[in-house]
């Protein structure tokens, strides 16, 4: 069994820890932070080693996972990979896209898997939807929510509204044509509020918004296509389809009936699937652990991550190109 150690013992690091022992599919074998008290609380919580060098835990692991690595972290999982373990990144958001680009790279080179992605690519409620989109023309998300100070050292855009960039492009197979972005700060340093358009080669438009500051909060995405609307809720899981069909007859009382004439007569059903019990992050887990028992590709992970934070640093630059 893959043997995985830890680094970081903050609340997302030990959330971590509690879905890789629920994995069945790896051994926790220990846990490293650079605050000795916090490691050695999370060990004797979890019933690990606790590692005072962080050099100590990668020779003593097949797979070592951070939740939220930064610069100094980056030059650690770059020993990492030299020494052939397995990287596994719950969210990169603090690294930059040459960075990740770079890490994609070495992996490859030293034969080795880097899972970094965004959990709510597994998000129950997507996943019910997945089967109802096809070639998607308008997108239209939201992700509202009140001001925290955790999180507000980076831009909203990667805070936040990477996540749906994610979604969108693991659904829209075509190239992005153009960006377009505003947003503005308005109570940290960083921007509080974004709105995106992404237009694709293929004519499919994305419209996001973000913010931070809102007094409710919303996780909401849209899918318009042809003949159908699916409404995805995340953050109240909740799928609803919208399809529209043509009747010969039809109920002329149901309001949802349309007699258009010679265009025919039309009718509106709607349906919400079933949505499973099932936690994002265990999914991402069982994906990245997936991939190296069975030796896949992971190209549905790091390289779509590493697309999904270029294409938020290009926001971020418009933004800041349009509040200037």
Known sequence: MIKTGVFGADFQETNLMNRLQETGKTLLCGIYDPDPDKTVKAANHFSVNAYTLAGELI?????????SPGKKEYEIIKSAIRKSRHIFIENPVYLTDEELLALIKMSSEANVKVQAGFKERFHPALKSSVDFISNPMFIESHRLSEFGKKGSEISVVLESMINDIDIILGIVKSNIKKISASGISVISDQTDIANARIEFDNGCVANLTASRISLNKMQKIRFFQSNAYISVDLLNPEVKIASVKEVYEGNPGNPLFFDLGEKGKKEITINSPDIPVSDPLSGLLNYFFD?????????????????????????????????N
């Open 291 to 323: 991939n190296i028992h069975f030796e896949s590709p992971n190209g549905n992970s790091a390289e779509r991550s590493y697309t999904a934070l270029n294409v938020a640093y290009q926001i971020m630059e418009k933004i800041k190109l349009t509040s």
């Open 59 to 67: 020779d003593n692991a097949d797979a070592i996972c951070f939740a």
